[in-house]
């Protein structure tokens, strides 16, 4: 996996098992600031989905987490900016 990675739990519709997965942060980052869709697939049963706007949202709060955390090691090389407030867009995503 490339860059910077953030991890997050998912629950798969099918049995209800939480599991963490893990994306690079500037993929989920781009596609929560360009409205895309987030392909969400679960482990355990290979399940996928389009994240919903909850599941968006809780991602949302583990990115602006992520950048909190990243701001003393610079996002600035990521290309992001992570002001509060950047994912409190979800129209359009799910």
């Known amino acids: 996996m490339n860059g910077v990675p953030l991890r997050f739990p998912v629950t798969?519709?099918?049995?209800?098992r939480e599991?963490?997965?893990?994306?690079p942060l500037v993929q989920i980052a781009d596609a929560i600031l360009n409205d895309r869709r987030i392909r969400?697939?679960?482990p355990?049963?290979?399940e996928?989905?389009?994240?919903?706007?909850?599941?968006?949202?809780?991602i949302?709060?583990?990115l602006d987490a992520a950048c909190l955390d990243r701001r003393k090691t610079s996002v600035a090389g990521l290309g992001l900016s992570?002001?509060?407030?950047?994912?409190d867009r979800t129209e359009?995503?799910?």
Not at 12 to 16: E, L, Q, R, S, V
Not at 19 to 23: C, G, R
């Open 19 to 23: 599991s963490l997965v893990e994306f």
């Open 82 to 87: 992570c002001s509060p407030g950047d994912c």
């Open 92 to 94: 359009g995503i799910a």
């Open 44 to 46: 355990c049963h290979g």
């Open 60 to 62: 949302c709060e583990y």
């Open 12 to 16: 798969c519709p099918k049995c209800g």
């Open 40 to 42: 969400l697939t679960a």
């Open 48 to 58: 996928s989905w389009n994240a919903n706007e909850i599941e968006v949202q809780q």
